[in-house]
């Protein structure tokens, strides 16, 4: 007599061989699908067969579930110290932060770009302001014609300028200037260093440039106003104008 | 987390741990015969599912929305070991260290009683195997020790039907293996 074991034996090969051909179990979304019978014929009959091929997924279906509990030396038995002890571990995976990998990471960024959000706008807020000043009338204590040092009065004469008000108006004239596409204007100080540089300005038909300098700009002391001609073939020094800032 | 859901959600979450947490493993260990171990580490995944569902469960029966997280955690776990199972690492027998792989070879049995064996073996294997698929579907999961309730629930398909395809399919396995071949008695 062929018994049940046999019988079992001999399909549990046949589920080995199979399973390779099988292909892979049903997924979850497909069983909602199959066990809501959502599926078309053919679908329907694709899980049947791997049901059959997968008996412990069809026993997830059809296991009936517990209406009591394991008694103490039963297999799965909890006891009441256990089953705080999990609840306490669960609890605290319940409230614990969600821990994400790169979270440390994650929080520098996010620091670092809080601040550089609070620096852009602290600059935007100044360069704001230093907008707002420059657009509104200032007031020049003087408004001093510089000459040329060493054309007309000779090196030695200086403009002196007495600080009064925001700002100085110097006026560069251009007169008796050889012709240049452009000029330009450089402020230095006693020693020959740079302090300020113009762009490329074209003459204008009252032949003077005029500077409008804060007078935080300059301490007291000695400048001179360097004036370039601008040309294809470069920059060449036409003119100094020597001023003296009173203290 | 706890705080989002709200200390009501808190609560009731609390009570259904302690009512059906001894019955969750229960099942996994029952059901799947799942080490212990195992079982509740599913328990703790079904619950953590479970209350991360409860804001949006709106139904009454609790239990039974449970019931189903615990029967969609377990049958994700048992598919990823098949899953795994299919891709894990195969040896090429003619790989020179395979011999270390191989199983220590069983006590020797006499030939004519193992050619025997194999034989047998086939002639089961084959006759079930070429069963109509509807009969082959239902007898592979009887084999499987499923209750008829329980083929019926899987396949989807009435009692009555799988009686007459267990019934159908008997037959065609005496017819296969002899007449003198009994087989096993039904048992619903």
Redesign the interface.
């Known amino acids: 007599?062929?018994?049940?074991s046999?019988?079992?034996?001999?399909?549990r090969?046949?589920?080995d061989e199979?399973?390779?051909q099988l292909g892979?179990?049903?997924?979850?979304r497909e069983?909602l699908a199959?066990?809501r019978?959502e599926l078309s014929p053919d679908e329907?009959?694709r899980i049947?067969?791997l049901?059959?091929?997968?008996?412990?997924?069809?026993?997830?279906?059809?296991?009936?579930?517990?209406?009591?509990?394991?008694k103490p030396g039963e297999?799965?038995?909890?006891s009441d110290d256990q089953?705080k002890q999990?609840?306490s571990?669960?609890?605290k995976?319940?409230?614990?932060p969600p821990a994400q990998p790169g979270a440390r990471v994650l929080q520098f960024w996010r620091v670092a770009s809080a601040l550089a959000a609070a620096i852009a706008l602290t600059f935007g807020a100044l360069l704001w302001q230093a907008r707002l000043e420059l657009g509104r009338p200032r007031v020049a204590s003087e408004s001093r014609y510089l000459s040329p040092d060493d054309r007309y009065r000779g090196e030695g004469t200086t403009a002196t300028l007495t600080p009064g008000g925001d700002a100085y108006t110097l006026v560069t004239p251009l007169m008796s200037q050889p012709i240049f596409a452009a000029y330009r204007l450089e402020i230095v100080d006693a020693r020959d260093r740079s302090l300020w540089k113009s762009g490329p300005l074209v003459e204008r038909d009252n032949d003077t440039f005029v500077i409008l300098v804060p007078r935080a700009f300059l301490a007291p002391g000695s400048y001179k106003v360097v004036l370039y001609g601008v040309g294809n073939s470069g920059e060449k020094q036409l003119d100094k104008f020597s001023m003296t800032i009173n203290p | 987390?706890?705080t989002r859901f709200g200390s009501r959600n808190g609560d009731r979450f609390?009570e259904l741990?302690?009512k059906y947490?001894?019955?969750i493993?229960?099942?996994?260990?029952?059901?799947?015969r799942l080490p212990?171990e195992e079982?509740?580490e599913l328990?703790?995944d079904t619950?953590?599912k479970f209350?991360e569902a409860m804001d949006e469960y709106r139904g009454e029966a609790e239990w039974a929305f449970l019931?189903t997280i615990?029967?969609?955690v377990?049958?994700?776990r048992?598919?990823s070991l098949?899953?795994a199972k299919?891709s894990a690492k195969t040896i090429n027998i003619d790989d020179p260290d395979f011999s270390q792989y191989e199983p220590a070879a069983p006590p020797e049995r006499d030939y004519a009683d193992r050619e025997q064996d194999a034989l047998?073996?086939k002639l089961?294997?084959d006759a079930?195997?070429e069963l109509p698929?509807g009969q082959?579907?239902c007898?592979?999961?009887w084999?499987?020790d499923?209750k008829y309730?329980?083929i019926a629930?899987?396949?989807?398909i009435s009692m009555d039907a799988v009686r007459s395809r267990l019934r159908d399919a008997k037959r065609l396995l005496r017819e296969r293996?002899g007449d003198d071949?009994?087989?096993?008695e039904d048992d619903e």
Request: aromatic letters at 12%; hydrophobic letters at 40%; a neutral charge.
């Open positions: 007599m062929i018994t049940k046999e019988l079992h034996d001999a399909h090969r046949m589920l199979k399973r390779a892979d179990p049903p997924t979850a069983m199959y066990s019978g329907e009959e049947r067969e049901l059959a091929g997968y008996p412990e997924l069809a026993r997830t279906l059809t296991a009936p579930f517990p209406t009591d509990e394991p297999p799965g038995y909890v089953l999990r609840w571990a669960l609890e995976h319940l409230y614990a | 987390m706890m609390s741990y302690a947490y001894r019955r493993i229960y099942f996994y260990v029952r059901a799947f212990e079982a509740e328990a703790q619950f953590l209350f019931e615990a029967r969609n377990a049958f994700n048992l598919r098949h899953t299919r047998h073996r089961l294997h079930i195997a698929p082959r579907q007898m592979q999961l084999l499987e499923f309730g329980e629930k899987a396949l989807r293996l071949n009994e087989l096993p």
